[in-house]
């Protein structure tokens, strides 16, 4: 079956402007988690969507927000992009119980300048 | 407050070693912890998931326990080899529910040395 898919895989943005990335999970999974990943600090909670809800919340700024479609598709946008965005946003899509195997994508590196 | 650390951020090994990495975790009361996989430009990768009622979880050459009461969980990969070169990630949900959000230490990196 197919994998995750995340779209774009490479993105430059300029400060100030806004993006949206795409996560398209493994088709049957309703649950799609984001996470941004820095050399510093790691792989870092951002949010989790389960049949187009929000279902759990990390401690991001509002600047940080998400969605996700009827086909358990997900997008998150970053708005007033800051230096400190710059990051591998990976997006991970499972069967709703957190207890069971998450399968993640291989990533939007996003470049902040 | 809250926090899950794993053992020296690089571990380097012989080829044919067993290595050992170490989960620990304050402040959580996870009801399983799973082990996960990372090679550079990827995204992490599953590997097992232990339950809080399980005490060792096995997979090939790969070995988890699991201990409540010391809050730790020990990774285990014998007849190391090159391949097995990687970062390796805990993560266990943040509350006592299934639905609670899964949250990662911050990696281990391993270097087989041949």
């Not at chain 1, 007033?80 to 899509?93: F, I």
């Not at chain 2, 959580?28 to 990768?45: H, K, M, N, T």
Request: glycine share 8%; aromatic share 10%.
């Amino acid at each position: 079956k197919a994998g995750v898919t995340q779209t774009p895989r490479y993105l430059i943005k300029t400060r100030g402007q806004q993006v949206t990335l795409s996560c398209s999970p493994i088709s049957g999974h309703r649950s799609v988690s984001w996470y941004q990943q820095t050399p510093g600090q790691g792989l870092q909670f951002l949010f989790e969507y389960f049949s187009e809800t929000q279902r759990n919340k990390g401690n991001f700024p509002g600047r940080f927000s998400g969605r996700q479609f009827s086909n358990s598709r997900s997008e998150m946008n970053v708005s007033t992009l800051e230096l400190g965005d710059s990051a591998l946003y990976l997006c991970a899509s499972s069967l709703g119980q957190m207890d069971t195997e998450a399968f993640f994508g291989q990533g939007t590196r996003l470049t902040v300048v | 407050s809250q926090k899950i650390e794993q053992n020296s951020e690089a571990l380097n090994i012989q080829e044919g070693k067993t290595a050992t990495l170490t989960c620990n975790y304050t402040n959580y009361s996870p009801a399983y912890l799973q082990w996960y996989r990372q090679d550079p430009g990827r995204g992490p990768v599953f590997l097992l998931l232990i339950r809080e009622n399980e005490k060792e979880k096995r997979k090939e050459r790969l070995k988890v326990t699991f201990d409540t009461t010391l809050k730790q969980s020990l990774f285990h990969i014998t007849a190391s080899q090159p391949a097995d070169s990687a970062t390796y990630l805990c993560a266990l949900a943040a509350g006592e529910t299934s639905y609670d959000k899964v949250i990662f230490g911050p990696g281990t990196s391993l270097s087989v040395i041949p």
